[in-house]
Nanobody, 125 residues
Framework: QVQLVEPGGGLVQQGGSLRLACTTS????????MGWFRQAPGKGREGVSC????????HYPDSVKARFTISRDKAKSTVYIEMNTLKPEVSADYFC??????????????????WGQGTQVTVSS
């Protein structure tokens, strides 16, 4: 049974940091690309970051490229996203997804095979 579980969300003050983890099981983690998406209330799901099976990384919104870091631990079948200097506008539900080995040039949830239930991140001003 494939599982992607994202604990670690919560409330953080503007300017603070938060690290999300996505722990996986039921598929061969090391050959999959892992992506993080977010969805704010009333908006569509937006790609945030992706890391390929060979650890190449992509960050899609320009606003996060300097502040977010994605990484993976193959021994733990876990992918992380470290988010720094947080702003209220990044408040959303954050989801991890697993897809083919490389990251897509344009983030698209249809690229991915598996996804988690999401975790809520709220940044207070």
């Amino acid at each position: 049974q494939v599982q992607l579980v994202e604990p670690g969300g919560g409330l953080v003050q503007q300017g603070g940091s938060l690290r999300l983890a996505c722990t996986t099981s039921g598929f061969t983690f090391e050959i999959y690309a892992m992506g993080w998406f977010r969805q704010a209330p009333g908006k569509g799901r937006e790609g945030v970051s992706c890391i390929s099976h060979s650890n190449d990384t992509s960050h899609y919104p320009d606003s996060v490229k300097a502040r977010f870091t994605i990484s993976r631990d193959k021994a733990k079948s876990t992918v992380y996203i470290e988010m720094n200097t947080l702003k209220p506008e990044v408040s959303a539900d954050y989801f991890c997804e697993a897809g083919p080995t490389a990251c897509p040039l344009v983030p698209d949830t249809a690229w991915y095979d598996y996804w988690g239930q999401g975790t809520q991140v709220t940044v207070s001003s």
